[in-house]
Structures are given as structure tokens and as C-alpha cells.
């Protein structure tokens, strides 16, 4: 079953009309208003349109595909409603697209932020400074955001295995192609430092990036969790663990990096295996490969204020993420909530004035205006603050990763 609606942007047709059909639902359910900001959905659509012609199709398909989930009830072993993410908000909802179930609206409708990025990376292309990483990487960086932001809101709002799987496998593209998009110029690494494996892997990021684009458009929805789940994707743990200790390689001591890596990694769980392979594997390896590399004081210096403002923002991200860093029970109150509002573009813009980056919007940068339903959202569930903090703070680590790549390149 295919959803048909009738909308101004005229230039994409039915080839958007289910997305734009769900997006409205979702504005009607947040907001009360009849219709999502067609301004931002052209703009999306045609922003999206630069990293793949078929991305806007793509999308329309995962969107079809769950309208198509919620018509079957679910899939075998998996119906809608029977998975539990554990997060504090379950308010559940009823849109008015066949009186689909929403289990957690604001966590769903949040999700929204992470288009954002897109359009933010395609002023920067067309109106600052150009990227050093190559049109592949970039156009795969602004696919994998758009997959993110459906993958995640399938998830918050169907409560499936499918969602999930949605959900976390595009973040782990994401966080795998900032990582191999970082280290492209250094051509001899190895798989270790490249693939973070001891084999090749069966598929680069870029080319990760693209099947996420082929199974919507080819394959049903029943089929889509045991495809995503037969992809060769590094956990995203790991993925984050390599670009953070080859950015503190590149901006610190190595006696630095070694004696505070176990701390933050136990901070933020990362598994015992992925911390072995970095110490003893990757870090060695990384460090050989840019024994050259030399920054003077003012290089260093930007560089470490990016990092640093970069840091802030997915720290401060994941102090609302409910089950990573902190699960901190005080973070669940509405003072505390309200007050985390508060503070967010406060924090945002601290963490701007360190950070060399070019931004377009403003209003995402305050975390206003983006999302339906966010003026009410924002101070009052913390999942929906990481959602938008989490997507500033990605787009910044994109950028840095973009830094590194043009500092590994200069070598």
C-alpha cells in the first residue's frame, strides 16, 4: 500500500508523498497545525537531491515502510508495541495516518533535528568553506543523517526490533564513515586502523552508506531487519573509540592519551574488547602512520578548540541520553528537565565561541524551531534534548573529522 497526498512541492510528487504525509501527521499530532514547514521540506528534499538523486525517493520508501509495519501489525516476532527502549517518556499517541500508534511522540518527533545537519552541510558546501574530504564522503556523511533521523523515529514511535535495528544500524554508518572519512589520506594503514579489524571488512562505509539507500527502495519491510542485520558494520562503540583517540592523537601527548583513555572508557561503557584493540592495536598503528605529523602552536591550538567544543556538545548530549554516562534519576524531573532546556543554548554557544565551524541556522544551534512540537518538548523529556544536542554535536565531529583528514593530508 502506497500513501498518496497532494502537496506544493510540486517537483518530487508522489516520489515524497508518503514522507510528507507521515511529517504532517506528526505536525498535526505535536503541534495542532495542518502542515510540516514546506519551506524546510523543499529545501530538504532538494539538499538531499545533491548527495543522491534517489535519497528523496529512499526516504519516501522507509517512511512508506512504516505506515507498511503498522498495517501488518509488526513482523513475525515482532509486533508493533513489543519492544522496550526503557526511556521515561510513554505517552501514547494516535496520528492520522490509519490511527498509527505512537508510543513516545516527543522522542519520536525530535528525531527531526537530526535533518538538520543535512541542510546544514549543503549550505556549508554551497556557501563556506569547502570540504578537504571528497564529494563521497560528504554525500554519504548527508545520507547516512537522513537515515538516522527515520531509522530513530521508526524506533521511538513503533516500539519494534525493526525500529531498533533502524535506529542504532545508521549510527553506526555514520560514526564508521566519520571515522574512514578522517583517515582517507593515510593510504598504507592497515585494516586495524581502517576497517578497525583484523580482516578487511566486507564493505567500506561509503558503500555501507549506499545500501541503506537500495534496501528501501528494493526490498519490502519484512525484509529489511535480517538485511541490515547481515551487514558487516563495526559496532559504533568501536567507531566513536577510533575517531576520538585519533583526535587526541593528532592534538595530545601520547602518555595523555594512554592515561586517561581508561577513564573515559569506562565512563561511557565501551566494551573491554574494543578498549584491548584500541590500546594494543590501533593506537600503535595510528601512531607509526602519523610519526610526521607536526602543527604549530596556532594549528594545535584551533585544533584543540574544535575538539574541545565538540566534546561539550555530545557531552552535554548525553547527559540527557537516560541510559549512557549518567542514569541519574535527577535528570528525569521536570526541574531538572526544564532547567537542561535552559541551559542548552547557553552550553551551545560556549561551546561556539571555541570551535572554528561555519553554521546556517541559527535556530539549531538554540534548539528552536526544529522540530514539531519542540516548545513543549525540549523542557520536558530528556531523550528529546539528546536527540537534538546529538545532532549538533554529530555534525560537529563530522567537521572535525573533516579537519583531521586535511591535517593527515599535509603530511
Known amino acids: 500500500l502506497m500513501v498518496t497526498f497532494s502537496f506544493p512541492i510540486s517537483a518530487y510528487g508522489q516520489n515524497v508523498s508518503s514522507m510528507v504525509t507521515m511529517l504532517d501527521a506528526m505536525e498535526v499530532l505535536m503541534t495542532g497545525q495542518s502542515t510540516y514547514d514546506r519551506e524546510y521540506l523543499t529545501e530538504l528534499f532538494m539538499c538531499m537531491e545533491t548527495f543522491d538523486a534517489r535519497l528523496p525517493t529512499s526516504q ?56 538538520h545537519p543535512v541542510t546544514e552541510i549543503c549550505s556549508r558546501r554551497s556557501e563556506g568553506t569547502p570540504f578537504t574530504l571528497s564529494t563521497d564522503y560528504v554525500n554519504a556523511v548527508g545520507t547516512a543523517f537522513s537515515e538516522l533521523s527515520m531509522g530513530s523515529s521508526f524506533m521511538h514511535g513503533s516500539h519494534t526490533e525493526l525500529g531498533h535495528q533502524l535506529d542504532t544500524k545508521p549510527i553506526a554508518v555514520l560514526a564508521y564513515l566519520i571515522h574512514q572519512g578522517s583517515l582517507s589520506s593515510l593510504t598504507e594503514a592497515s585494516p586495524i586502523v581502517r576497517d578497525l579489524s583484523y580482516v578487511c571488512r566486507n564493505f567500506s562505509a561509503l558503500q555501507l552508506a549506499n545500501e541503506f539507500v537500495d534496501i528501501y527502495m528494493l526490498k519490502p519491510v519484512s525484509e529489511w531487519y535480517d538485511f541490515t542485520q547481515s551487514l558487516d558494520i563495526p559496532d559504533y562503540y568501536l567507531s566513536f573509540a577510533g575517531i576520538f583517540c585519533t583526535a587526541a592523537t593528532v592534538g595530545l601527548p601520547p602518555e595523555i592519551v594512554d592515561q586517561y583513555l581508561p577513564v573515559v572508557a569506562g565512563a561511557f561503557g565501551l566494551p573491554d574488547e574494543f578498549l584491548t584493540f584500541i590500546q594494543n592495536d590501533y593506537l600503535p598503528e595510528l601512531r607509526n602512520l602519523t610519526s610526521t605529523l607536526k602543527l604549530s602552536i596556532v594549528e594545535e591550538t584551533k585544533f584543540l578548540e574544535n575538539l574541545i567544543g565538540t566534546l561539550v556538545k555530545l557531552v552535554y548530549a548525553f547527559v540527557w541520553q537516560e541510559q549512557v554516562l549518567t542514569d541519574n534519576p535527577v535528570l528525569l524531573e521536570p526541574d531538572a528537565n526544564a532547567l537542561g532546556w535552559e541551559y542548552l543554548p547557553i552550553v551551545n554557544a560556549w561551546a561556539n565561541s571555541l570551535n572554528k565551524f561555519e553554521y546556517f541556522e541559527p535556530d539549531f544551534q538554540n534548539g528552536t524551531n526544529i522540530y514539531p512540537g519542540d516548545v513543549w518538548c525540549n523542557p520536558a523529556w530528556p531523550h528529546a534534548k539528546w536527540h537534538l544536542e546529538s545532532a549538533l554535536g554529530l555534525l560537529d565531529l563530522f567537521y572535525l573529522g573533516d579537519e583531521m583528514n586535511r591535517l593527515f593530508s599535509q603530511m
Do not use: K
Not at 507498511?68 to 509486533?79: E, M, P, S
Open 60 to 115: 519516501n520508501h522507509a517512511w512508506q515502510g512504516m505506515i507498511d509495519y503498522w498495517l501488518a501489525g509488526g513482523g513475525a516476532d515482532d509486533a508493533w508495541g513489543s519492544y522496550e527502549p526503557g526511556y521515561v517518556e510513554l505517552n501514547i499517541s494516535v496520528t492520522d495516518v490509519y490511527n498509527m500508534t505512537i508510543y513516545e511522540p516527543c522522542n519520536y518527533a525530535s528525531n527531526m533535528a537530526t535533518y
